[in-house]
């Protein structure tokens, strides 16, 4: 599967932002998929994941309450709700897809190309 993420971009703290994830061919469905970032000079965050079905999702204790994750699997789609953003969320935003349950200790077999965010105070 090829994904390929979008969205991001300069907001001010407090806004909210949108990224989206394409995903290509026709097996989406089969697969977890998985928000993660990274900020200069800080690992890799798994902020956000959901199962096959949309139907249960997962979120790092960061962005529980604010972040929303979400797919569309007519669409091919996963998106990324973010409300009450704050600078501390700056961050490049990928997107990933994997066969299993992706968490903060996964390492995703596919991964879209990251969409820079950032939130200015």
């Known amino acids: 599967v090829q994904l390929q993420a979008s969205g991001g971009g300069l907001v001010q703290a407090g806004d909210s932002l949108r990224l989206s994830c394409a995903a290509s061919?026709?097996?989406?469905?089969?697969?977890?998929m998985g928000w993660f970032r990274q900020a200069p000079g800080k690992e890799r965050e798994n902020v956000a994941t959901i199962n096959l079905s949309g139907s249960v999702t997962n979120y790092a204790g960061s962005v529980k309450g604010r972040f929303v994750i979400s797919r569309d699997n007519v669409k091919n789609m996963v998106y990324l709700q973010m409300n009450s953003l704050k600078p501390e969320d700056t961050a490049v935003y990928y997107c990933?897809?994997?066969?299993?349950?992706?968490?903060?200790?996964?390492?995703?077999?596919?991964w879209g190309q990251g969409t820079l965010v950032t939130v200015s105070s």
């Open positions: 061919g026709r097996s989406f469905a089969r697969y977890f």
């Open positions: 990933a897809a994997d066969l299993n349950w992706i968490s903060s200790a996964s390492h995703p077999s596919y």
